[in-house]
């Protein structure tokens, strides 16, 4: 909830102004923290009229930015995914003219599904990504990419994004699927408004020079989907749709849904809560699910 964050955030550096490239899900979550703290914030989507864009961009059209949009700004935040070709849409066309400013900080919302498969151990940022999937191969080709840039970049690795309006809430309201169980999975997740204080944490920390080039965003507690199903379901007083196991789901399931469930991971936030003393605000899905049920009331 926006109050709470507020109370645990610090203000960004003064005089900062920060542009949201892909101001989506996260984007926009980010963007009412940090212009709840007191700092202009701009945020791009594809169209203009779309909810809170202040600008547009779209990589597909190959236009610049007006260069009016990136006046002052000091830090800039990427959450735009890889594109088909497993390009960075945000490097491909405007790599150039971020370089010719001179931005503070760079942010870029990456995946955990980097670290590929690893058989449900725990993966810290140390450890080699080793991605199997195509998706995950074009995702670490453009963490390499922004890496390269000359820009200054710190890469932020998230797992499976829930907040209000996106949670498993959704799934038990709208959906009639059975729910898997395969047991011995697990799946790791970060609740919205975590990316969006552990992004404000890391801006702040970067401005005293703590400044990881790879941190985790997840939050204490990877768990199967059948237990989040089963506690989504009992804070909406529902009955949880029938359970089938893995191995006969699996025989209709899409490519890309099997692809999910073939990597076992859990992800550590170690670095930025011991280390980095970032406290989440949800470090599990049971108080970020009922923040959901709360926030969507
Ligand atoms: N969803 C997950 O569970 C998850 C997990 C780990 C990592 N991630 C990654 O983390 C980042 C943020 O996730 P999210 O769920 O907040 O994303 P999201 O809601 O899907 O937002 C993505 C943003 O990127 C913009 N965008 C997409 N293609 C673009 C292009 N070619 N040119 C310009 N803008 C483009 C979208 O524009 P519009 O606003 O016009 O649609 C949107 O604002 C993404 O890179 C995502 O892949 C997601």
Redesign the pocket.
């Known amino acids: 909830m926006l109050s709470e964050l507020v109370k645990n955030s610090a203000p960004l550096p003064l005089n900062s102004k920060l542009l949201i490239?892909?101001?989506?899900?996260?984007?926009?979550?980010i963007a009412a923290l940090v212009r709840a703290l007191g700092t202009h914030v701009l945020?791009?989507?594809?169209?203009l009229e779309?909810h809170?864009?202040n600008l547009a961009?779209?990589?597909?059209?190959k236009t610049l930015l007006p260069n009016q949009a990136l006046e002052e700004v000091t830090h800039l935040l990427?959450?735009?995914?890889?594109?088909k070709n497993g390009e960075d849409?945000?490097l491909s066309?405007l790599g150039k003219q971020l370089k010719s400013k001179s931005l503070q900080w760079v942010g870029y919302?990456?995946?955990?599904?980097v670290y590929g498969d690893c058989n449900g151990a725990w993966v810290t940022e140390l450890d080699t990504p080793q991605p199997k999937q195509q998706r995950s191969k074009r995702?670490l080709a453009c963490e390499k990419a922004w890496q390269e840039s000359g820009l200054p970049i710190q890469i932020l690795?998230?797992?499976?994004?829930?907040g209000p309006g996106?949670s498993a809430l959704e799934t038990i309201k709208t959906s009639s699927n059975k729910m898997i169980d395969k047991p011995g999975q697990v799946f790791s997740?970060?609740h919205?408004d975590d990316?969006a204080g552990a992004t404000v944490h890391l801006i702040n920390l970067a401005a005293k020079g703590i400044w990881p080039k790879v941190i985790n965003i997840a939050d204490d507690l990877p768990s199967s989907n059948l237990e989040v199903m089963s506690f989504a379901a009992k804070l909406l007083g529902k009955s949880l749709p029938p359970v089938e196991p893995f191995d006969i789901a699996a025989k209709t399931m899409s490519p890309m849904a099997l692809s999910f469930w073939q990597e076992n991971r859990r992800v550590s936030n170690q670095m930025l809560c011991k280390e980095l003393d970032y406290s989440l605000i949800h470090s599990n899905y049971q108080s970020g699910l009922k923040d959901c049920l709360v926030s969507s009331n």
């Open positions: 490239l892909g101001g989506g899900f996260s984007g926009q979550h945020c791009s989507r594809r169209r779309s809170g864009a961009f779209d990589s597909s059209k990427s959450c735009i995914p890889p594109d849409p945000v066309t919302l990456s995946t955990t599904g995702r690795r998230l797992p499976g994004i829930y996106r997740r970060v919205v990316i």
